[in-house]
């Protein structure tokens, strides 16, 4: 069973006490900014702190807004769909794009904190504006495509996927990067943009994906292929619930002098990643003896 819709309403619940502290801490200081209280004199005396708390609360009154629109968004994600079919990749896609706005929220109250009007200074400097934004054009790509890819049915945090000469599971989605993680424990980082203009292939969609062993065989004894291939398959058996072992192929990929370079190929579930790696362990074992065995033929 998939826990993840549950998991989400736990952390959920957690935003929500603190949406209920920083909601009272803005009453709070909305009360000592408006009212006439023990600071007013204060506030007037002294400009800076005047500003600094206006610029505290138009924060605290953005993140709260933001918050909100976060967690009714989740809530309507999360009451439509089966807990099979919730991805982690909305959740991801919501917390970037509130960090997003939130980093908004922060320089416009460092503004509002020095005495600046953003408006007014935004005006000023329009100019350097469209500057900055073709300096950054290729950033903002970037995040665009990220943001398409986390709302995206087609790929999937946990995912087996291939770009171009990498293979590995989806482990994150960043606003610039897809982070893959390969079999032998490599992260990979592939640009966002690259992700969605390049070929991808997704093994996790089909419900199974190839599982592909390289080894090299001493060819100095007599060999009989369809021996390794019966043990093999022996290895394969222990594992009915997620191993395809009527797909399983062993081919010679090359005839050298003293070896012989196969290759041993079968379909597995995708989603088992833990069988997986056990799975992937017995078979390197079985080729491992059976090139024993034959090394041993040759020294009797």
């Known amino acids: ?7 989400i309403r736990v952390k959920e619940n957690v935003r929500k006490t603190y949406f209920a502290f920083k909601l009272i801490l803005l009453v709070v200081l909305e009360v000592l900014y408006a009212g006439d209280t023990l600071i007013r004199p204060f506030l007037d005396k002294y400009e800076f702190l005047n500003h600094l708390i206006r610029a505290v ?9 933001f918050s909100l629109v976060r967690i009714i968004a989740l809530r309507i994600y999360l009451q439509q769909r089966e807990e099979t079919k919730v991805q982690p990749n909305f959740v991801v ?16 109250a460092l503004m509002l904190a020095f005495g600046i009007r953003p408006l007014e200074f935004l005006t000023s400097i329009t100019i350097v504006a469209a500057a900055i934004a073709l300096l950054t054009k290729d950033y903002i790509t970037g995040i665009v495509n990220g943001l398409i890819m986390m709302f995206s049915d087609q790929l999937e945090i946990g995912d087996k ?9 989806i482990r994150d989605i960043t606003l610039f990067n897809l982070v893959l993680k390969s079999d032998s424990g490599e992260i990979i980082l592939i640009p966002n943009t690259m992700a969605l203009s390049a070929d991808v292939v997704n093994f996790s969609k089909n419900n199974t994906h190839q599982v592909i ?17 019966d043990s093999l ?3 394969l058996g222990k594992y009915p619930e997620v191993v395809i072992k009527e797909g399983a192929q062993l081919n010679i ?30 078979i390197n074992q079985a080729l491992i003896d059976w090139n024993y065995e034959l090394r041993k033929g040759e020294l009797l």
Do not use: C, W
């Open 57 to 65: 609360i138009f924060l605290l009154s953005a993140n709260l807004i």
């Open 253 to 282: 990929l090359e005839r050298k002098t003293e070896n012989l370079l196969i290759r041993y190929q079968f379909p597995i579930k995708s989603g088992e990643k833990q069988t997986e790696i056990q799975v992937k362990k017995s």
């Open 93 to 108: 896609g919501i917390d970037r794009i509130e960090f997003l706005l939130n980093l908004i929220a922060v320089l416009i």
């Open 213 to 229: 062993f390289d080894a090299e065989i001493t060819s100095k004894n007599e060999i009989h292929l369809s021996q390794l291939e």
């Open 161 to 169: 996927i291939q770009i171009g000469r990498h293979t590995g599971f």
């Open 233 to 235: 398959q022996v290895v």
């Open 1 to 7: 069973m998939n826990h993840l819709k549950s998991s």
